[in-house]
């Protein structure tokens, strides 16, 4: 493990020695510019005992970076989570004139989705400290996660939820033993969180601040592994990697992770990272030339993970440290996009998670990205999260009768296919 020395504030520098703040920097939010604070190390220290080719000995997960992280593998809340793989994705990457295009694939995560990483982090620092009660505010693969390490844990966790999300998620949420609770809308839910924090000293996973300032600072450390299991797997830093963005917590600290690596003097450069969303908070601010975000106009989404109008600071300061783009999405192209992934190589991943491809397709047509460099996208969760909303836009499954003549009359009247495939060789794909 890595030696926490305090916490800084990403906006205004100031450092603290209270491990414990949850809600971001105090002098940041008395200007009201709520503000998150970041984990800060011994970097000299750390440069003197690891070096990343020490990780490849460590476990298949994420806690084989542990020497960058605030707990150590040996007490690590884990179930195997991270070194998720890097899949190269032809096929799209064709169809979107890309050279050469990578996803990193979360959904293959213990509760199928990115959250895990801040989970896992967060709840073995919890449990270090010797906390009683885990907190979060959910309706998603942020509460399946807190649950499922709470569950691991043997630490009880209090959920509040809202009563409007899709069944898969209730059933994930509700099935590791959590006390799940419905309030009336989400800020309810979170200052609920807040309340319980404040009052009787319980641990939050997840945001619960508003205006946000992002999640747990120890758990956003555990999002840092993206990077460097990214070198790992690409050998080098990519140039551009594109993530969907809410509040940002993976975003940054995938950001960390890199910058990190660049300090310590174990890479010479960080990727450009650039920011998908659906409501555009960030390409506002950016637009604007704002230092803070401000809310945007919303409405429905089928992009329920990342379906946010407000964004933080933190995802800000990412953007202009990388000269990142930001671009906004809307639903039919989160569907076309779902689609695409799926037919075209195998994936099937939430809507909200496609939201990087979307972007990469944006940023390419606005000349964000060259299409002849390399891009990560960076792919959240699973698409079993929410089936109901693919099928919705699928035509319903057509009947035969019980003989080949019916089963091909149907081929070629439903999918224009006369039963007669084509071979198709290795090299098809055009990654070669
Ligand atoms: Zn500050």
């Known amino acids: 493990m890595a030696e926490v020395v305090g916490l800084r504030c990403i906006r205004c520098q100031a450092e603290y ?3 414990g703040l949850v809600k971001g920097c105090p002098a940041c939010l008395s200007r009201g510019l709520p503000t998150n604070v970041a984990v800060e190390y011994d970097y000299d220290r750390i440069r003197r005992s690891f070096h990343p080719r020490d990780a490849l000995a460590g476990p298949m997960s994420m806690w084989r970076y542990s020497d960058l992280l605030p707990v150590p593998e040996t007490s690590a809340v884990t179930m195997g989570e991270g070194m998720t793989p890097l899949v190269p994705v032809p096929r799209l990457a064709k169809r979107l004139g890309l050279r050469e295009l990578y996803v990193k694939d979360e959904s293959r995560n213990p509760t199928s989705s990115f959250k895990d990483r801040l989970a896992s ?8 400290r010797g906390a009683r009660v885990i907190t979060g505010s959910s309706s998603g693969n942020a509460g399946a996660a807190t649950a499922a390490f709470s ?9 509040f939820t809202t009563q409007q999300f899709p069944q898969a998620m209730k059933a994930q949420m509700a099935v590791y033993g959590t006390k799940l609770l419905a309030a009336p809308t989400v800020p309810d839910r979170w200052r609920l969180v807040e309340a319980g924090v404040d009052q009787l000293g319980w641990f939050p996973v997840t945001v619960f601040v508003y205006p946000l300032v992002g999640s747990n600072p120890y758990g956003i450390e555990g999002y840092k592994t993206i990077a460097y299991e990214l070198v790992e797997q690409l050998g ?6 594109v993530f969907p963005v809410g509040a940002g917590d993976a975003f940054f600290g995938a950001w960390k992770g890199f910058d990190e690596y660049r300090q310590l003097g174990y890479t010479d450069s960080v990727p450009r990272m650039h920011a998908a969303e659906i409501f555009g908070p960030l390409e506002n601010a950016i637009s604007q030339g704002l230092d803070h975000v401000e809310e945007t ?17 933190q995802a800000l300061h990412v953007l202009r440290a990388t000269h990142g783009a930001a671009r906004s999405a809307d639903d039919q192209e989160l569907i076309d996009m779902q689609i695409a992934l799926a037919s075209d190589e195998g994936m099937y991943l939430e809507a909200s998670s496609v939201l990087s491809l979307v972007g990469v397709q944006k940023m390419v047509a606005a000349g964000d990205i060259d299409p002849a460099q390399a891009v990560v996208a960076f792919l959240t969760s699973s698409g079993l999260k929410d089936p109901e909303m693919t099928l919705s836009h699928m035509n319903p499954i057509p009947t035969c009768d019980a003989n080949l003549e019916s089963a091909l009359q149907v081929l070629r009247d439903s999918y224009h296919f006369d039963g007669r495939g084509v071979a198709v060789g290795p090299d098809l794909g055009g990654d070669s």
Request: proline fraction near 9%; charge should be negative.
């Open 297 to 313: 106009e919303s409405g429905p989404t089928v992009a329920i993970s990342v379906g946010l109008n407000m964004s933080t600071y």
């Open 236 to 241: 080098h830093v990519p140039p551009h990697v």
């Open 121 to 128: 982090c967060a709840i073995s620092v919890a449990r270090e």
């Open 151 to 159: 569950a691991r844990a043997g630490l009880p966790c209090v959920m």
């Open 17 to 19: 020695t209270d491990l």
